[in-house]
Nanobody
Framework: QLQLVESGGGLVQPGGSLRLSCGVS??????????IGWFRQAPGKEREGISC????????IYADSVKGRFTISRDNAKNTVYLQMTDLKPEDTADYYC??????????????????????WGQGTRVTVSS
């Protein structure tokens, strides 16, 4: 069964950094084959797409709110996708989720946070940015 598990969240001061991990597991599942997205949901707000990486890492995109501060990457040997977050701000406080697009649009990035765009979702990891 395909599973995504996020980790790496926590409490960080403004200006600090965190690296989130999204471990993907399942028989015959290779993370490099799929499109992976990162999303977040702040209290009282709708879920927001913040980054995406396509099959093979050919394309990456970022929401304007995180561009220049966040970097998405993957380690195929570990079947893991990362979100490196720097210069964190209080408004980055949210639950962060990774999601996988099963197909067939592996090579087209999307930041739409619905189950038509991403078929499998993790349970989330909380990031709190506060002094």
């Amino acid at each position: 069964q395909l599973q995504l598990v996020e980790s790496g969240g926590g409490l960080v001061q403004p200006g600090g950094s965190l690296r989130l991990s999204c471990g993907v597991s399942g028989s015959g599942i290779f993370v490099n084959y799929y499109r992976i997205g990162w999303f977040r949901q702040a209290p009282g707000k709708e879920r927001e797409g913040i980054s995406c990486i396509t099959r093979g890492g050919i394309t990456t995109i970022y929401a304007d709110s995180v561009k220049g501060r966040f970097t998405i990457s993957r380690d195929n040997a570990k079947n893991t996708v990362y979100l490196q977050m720097t210069d964190l701000k209080p408004e980055d406080t949210a639950d962060y989720y990774c999601a996988l697009h099963w197909g067939p649009y592996w090579n087209i990035c999307s930041l739409v946070p619905d189950k038509e765009s991403y078929h499998y979702w993790g349970q989330g990891t909380r990031v709190t940015v506060s002094s």
